[in-house]
């Protein structure tokens, strides 16, 4: 099958086409076309299936040291093309001169190959996708249990290009299947997930299987006093948990000296300390055969692989956002990253859920948060309820099902009361508007094990 | 990273396109934080306007016909019923110069048919009949491949759609001055006048929202039924919002509530109102004196009593009460994305002797009211009445589109009520699928005088909350809300409260919890944006609430330091 969205060679001759008829001294081109596919499985029944693309087309205009004019439109017709680019310059022409304008240098840029894109995607598109539906949902009504389900592909094309001749295109694909089951009687709930860039690495019997366990153990869960307690996080809580922690290692913002990244007493970024469990790396990786992405931010300049914590828990970099970077006559380094790998040091013991339970005396087990929200960026700090499985546990097993707890917590904090750690996969994350728009950024995470993680209040519903 | 366009400008999107915007943009860091600095227009500039060179944009009638043909193909593949939006949107952001003025045109479609009791929904941007077209037919292929797929599962379907009759004609929102044909050197005008405003003040920074910003929007409405309306809207971002801080402390700050909703119905002239630069005076020196007040660290947590102001206790009610009566959740759509509810099964909740939430509490909604989701037909072709949703604490109705509104068909029928679709649904753009919303939701306020101050002077030791927003958790029943705390004590505002937020019980706190509501004076309009749907998509609901005097509330605070 043929990609719904405009192909690499389309877009370079889109480029080469408005470019051709800018007459700006800086006209910098940015495109993104999006194209999804889904479908949405309510109480067992099929309910809606949704697919099609946008397309945003923009386009920034300078003369000389004039203010810029941005414009966007998504019409690629070429008179349309040609009035877009027509009306940007007549505006932009007119606009007074700026005094403080920061341009920027124009520097040889190469980019690091990727492995984002996928055909197998491309083709669920049609058939598989559809075909899927049935074999996630089927198992859970065999059981007489109801079924809630979404089943997604998507594929994006981006392309970065200006009169200076940058030229950066890109494609990746990205798949996401979740399902939430409740039992028969409607008093347990259970979600499971799976999200991939290749639509051939999900394992669809899976998915199912999983949300059905989880809704058998979560029936009937009693009220249970929230505290500060041992929690088993299994990889979709974990993800959630640290989808956001790239922000803070913007630059821009720790050397202004907030976040959780500045030290106030030392009066500087706590480079080179210590900032989380030994055991744990973050980094990120355009290359990555799970959490590959796009290897050029929307500037077009590279984004490269890089380790921002590494072995023993130091903090090694920051991300120096281009015009900042220029700003300050450095070279850019990465933007803050979206796609992140919560990983293990090297010859760190590695643990699973099944153990982590085993070895835990009190504690809970959580599958998933959701209702995540940022509340106190200077110190990461978060709140959010568990969602589709929260269980206590009880000298190695688990022992019954809870209602939902809100929590308060910083990634920050957690990553450093590590009691366990398990082997790294891609999460999927299911309904995140606060992590971004769908589909959320790759996350490869553990599960993990932490002490002392801060329950603040339950919530009564299934 | 993939990103998609949502198309319109959302809040996040007009924020973004502040001081994050502007630094995605090119502009260093020190300028986006300094003063905006006033570049002189040239003369040519003074002169111009967003729309001084403007590409030609498809008309109504080019929109109809595209529309037509749309539902010619949806027939012809054999859709039981369909229905298409065909949009052009404009947004124009404008900011204090040297930052870019903004302007973005998305023009798109999407097609929705239905095949026994299931959706195939088709959407994208080519504008022409071969393409909408060729959606179309995609739209009940898929649609009649769902029922297929039901039919294999053996699953129940939902009923027929609520009827609604045939709709024709066009209908113009409100507005005298169109912005798009406005001077760019007005706009800046204005916004030095607030910006002067605000540093007259004080030495504080001046509050966000210098910008100002519109969306007008042409969207034509067809359906299989024969319907076709054409609806042009013209929706402004008049208010500045924020918090106002000092430049050395720029997370230490104060909301700063001014009585001008963020989101409204009409042109230029939302800006021009005789008042506004004295209503900005007023918020802003009502938040300094707020923002001088002592800062006590808060750790003694527990239950206090609280006062939510107008913006706090619209939010609550927008997050929690509101959304528990959503068509969409009743029937199971959103379990696997925004949630469920508390308030199901809909027969037993309507019936029920017990009220559900205090009987202080009544809550209309309006869609005629000049705010975001102001419309003559809905995204389904209805024309909104206004109804009421909670009267004096006893659920008397959902939120209902035209597939949801057959789950009370027996309880319209026991009240003689005609079985009818309220006209609340919303498709974000024309792009997107129409979902359930809340129109826009009123909250009664007292009919005795209750202001702020008073309902504050009840409390002997607690809080008042201002602009707090938040979250709720997916089965609404438990909600945070943070913002400004002010700690009360023997009635009087003593100090700020850092780090302090609040657990609503949602069933307690609305029910048993509630003391007294405001008067008129303390109703303030929140724009509540709820994501729904998966994917999930963004949408503005106004929600209009006095403020409101709790006992017991679960004060909380967000400093965890381990």
Not at chain 1, 322 to 342: K, V
Not at chain 2, 416 to 421: D, F, I, S, Y
Not at chain 2, 466 to 475: L, S
Not at chain 2, 480 to 485: M, P
């Amino acid at each position: 099958m043929t990609a719904p969205v405009l192909s690499p060679q389309a877009l370079r001759t889109l480029a080469e086409q408005i470019l051709g008829m800018a007459t700006a001294n800086t006209t910098v081109l940015r495109i993104d076309h999006l194209a999804t596919g889904s479908t949405r499985v309510a109480r067992g029944q099929v309910r809606l299936d949704n697919a099609g693309d946008r397309l945003q087309i923009e386009l920034h205009t300078r003369f000389g040291q004039r203010v810029m004019f941005d414009t966007q439109f998504n019409q690629l017709d070429p008179a349309s093309v040609r009035q877009a680019v027509q009306y940007a310059e007549s505006i932009a022409r007119e606009l007074p001169g700026d005094p403080a304008d920061a341009s920027m240098p124009v520097t040889p840029r190469t980019y690091p190959m990727n492995t984002a894109w996928h055909q197998t995607t491309i083709d669920a598109f049609s058939d598989a996708r559809h075909a899927a539906v049935e074999h996630v949902v089927e198992p859970v009504l065999s059981v007489g249990y109801s079924a809630s389900a979404f089943i997604g592909v998507a594929v994006h094309s981006r392309l970065y290009a200006d009169r200076q001749g940058i030229l950066a295109v890109g494609q990746e694909t990205d798949s996401e299947i979740t399902m939430t089951a409740r039992s028969s009687d409607a008093s347990g709930g259970g979600w499971a997930g799976q999200a991939a860039r290749d639509w051939n690495t999900l394992d669809i019997p899976a998915i199912s299987q999983r949300a059905i366990h989880m809704a058998a153990l979560a029936r009937h869960p009693v009220r249970f006093e929230p505290g500060r307690r041992t929690v088993i996080l299994d990889r979709p809580a974990v993800a959630q948990l640290i989808a956001g922690m790239g922000q803070p290692f913007d630059a821009q913002g720790t050397l202004r000296g907030s976040g959780p990244l500045y030290d106030p007493q030392a009066r500087r970024p706590r480079l080179g300390e210590r900032i989380i469990d030994a055991r744990l790396t973050l980094s990120s990786d355009p290359n990555d055969p799970e959490g590959g992405y796009l290897p050029f931010n929307g500037r077009g300049f590279p984004l490269v692989p890089m380790t921002w914590i590494d072995t023993g828990g130091i903090l090694r970099n920051l991300a120096y956002e281009t015009y900042f970077a220029a700003a300050r006559g450095i070279a850019p380094a990465n933007d803050w990253p979206e796609s992140l790998r919560l990983d293990l040091a090297p010859g760190t013991t590695t643990s699973t859920v099944e153990a982590m339970i085993a070895n835990c005396k009190d504690g809970i087990y959580v599958n998933r948060f959701a209702q995540v929200r940022g509340v106190d960026p200077e110190h990461g700090v978060l709140t959010g309820v568990t969602n589709g499985g929260c269980f206590l546990v009880r000298d190695g097993k688990i022992d019954k099902a809870i209602t939902d707890l809100r929590f308060i917590e910083s990634p920050w904090y957690v990553l450093n009361r590590v009691l366990a750690v398990g082997t790294t996969a891609r999460a999927a994350f299911g309904y995140a508007p606060w992590q971004g728009s769908w589909p959320i950024a790759p996350t490869i995470v553990p599960p993990l094990m932490i002490r002392d993680f801060n329950f603040t209040a339950l919530a009564t519903a299934v | 990273m993939m990103t998609s366009y949502s198309g319109g400008m959302t809040r996040r999107g007009f924020l973004r396109a502040g001081a994050a915007g502007m630094a995605a943009l090119g502009i260093p860091w020190r300028v986006t934080h300094a003063t905006p600095r006033y570049i002189p227009l040239t003369p040519a500039t003074l002169r111009l306007s967003p729309n001084a060179f403007a590409p030609e944009m498809p008309q109504g009638e080019a929109l109809r016909r595209l529309a037509l043909a749309a539902m010619d193909a949806a027939k012809s593949a054999g859709a039981e019923f369909a229905d298409v939006r065909v949009g052009v949107q404009r947004d124009i952001v404008v900011s204090p110069l040297p930052y870019p003025t903004q302007l973005t045109v998305d023009v798109s479609y999407g097609v929705r048919a239905r095949v026994a009791g299931t959706w195939g929904f088709q959407h994208g941007s080519v504008m022409t009949a071969d393409a909408i077209a060729s959606a179309a037919r995609g739209a009940v292929t898929a649609a009649r491949r769902n029922a297929q797929t039901n039919q294999r599962l053996g699953t129940r379907t939902m009923s027929a759609l609520a009827p609604t009759p045939v709709v024709t004609g066009e209908w113009r929102s409100p507005y005298q001055i169109d912005p798009f044909t406005v001077p760019l050197d007005d706009y800046l005008r204005v916004i030095g006048a607030r910006v002067e405003t605000t540093a007259r003040v004080h030495r504080n920074h001046p509050i966000s929202g210098s910008m100002l910003g519109w969306n007008a929007e042409t969207r034509v409405f067809a359906s299989t039924d024969g319907s076709l309306v054409t609806q042009e809207v013209m929706r402004g971002w008049p208010s500045m919002h924020g918090f106002a801080s000092l430049p050395d402390h720029p997370t230490d700050d104060v909301h700063v509530d001014l009585a001008i909703p963020e989101l409204l119905c009409g042109g230029f002239e939302l800006v021009l109102r005789p008042n506004w630069i004295e209503t900005v005076r007023v918020g802003m020196e009502t938040a300094i004196r707020l923002r001088e007040l002592p800062i006590r660290p808060f750790l003694d947590v527990g239950k206090f009593p609280m006062v939510f102001d107008g913006i706090s206790f619209a939010n609550l009610v927008g997050m929690t009460a509101s959304p528990a009566l959503d068509g969409d959740r009743l029937t199971g759509l959103e379990t696997d994305a925004s949630g469920t509810t508390f308030l199901t099964p809909p027969l037993d909740i309507l019936g029920a002797s017990t009220p559900q939430f205090s009987p202080l509490i009544t809550a209309r909604v309006d869609r005629s009211l000049p705010y975001a989701n102001a419309t003559q037909w809905d995204d389904e072709g209805v024309a909104p009445q206004p109804y009421t949703l909670i009267d004096r604490g006893h659920v008397v109705d959902y939120h209902t589109t035209r597939e949801t509104a057959p789950l009370l068909a027996e309880w319209y029928a026991k009240h003689g009520r005609p079985l009818r679709a309220h006209g609340v649904a919303v498709s974000r753009t024309a792009a997107s699928v129409p979902a359930c919303t809340s129109g826009h939701l009123q909250v009664m306020p007292a009919s005795g005088p209750a202001s702020l101050d008073a309902l504050a002077r009840e409390i002997q030791h607690g809080f008042i909350l201002r602009g707090a927003n938040g979250e709720a958790e997916a089965g609404l029943t438990l909600a945070t809300l943070s913002g400004t705390a002010l700690e009360v004590r023997g009635g009087t505002i003593v100090a700020r409260c850092d780090d302090v937020s609040t657990q609503i019980a949602t069933k307690t706190v609305l029910k048993d919890k509630l003391l007294a509501l405001g008067d008129e004076r303390t109703s303030r309009t929140a724009t509540v944006w709820e994501e729904k749907g998966m994917p999930w998509e963004s949408i503005p609901q106004p929600v209009t609430a006095p403020a409101a005097l709790c006992k017991d509330i679960d004060v909380v605070t967000w400093s965890i330091r381990s």
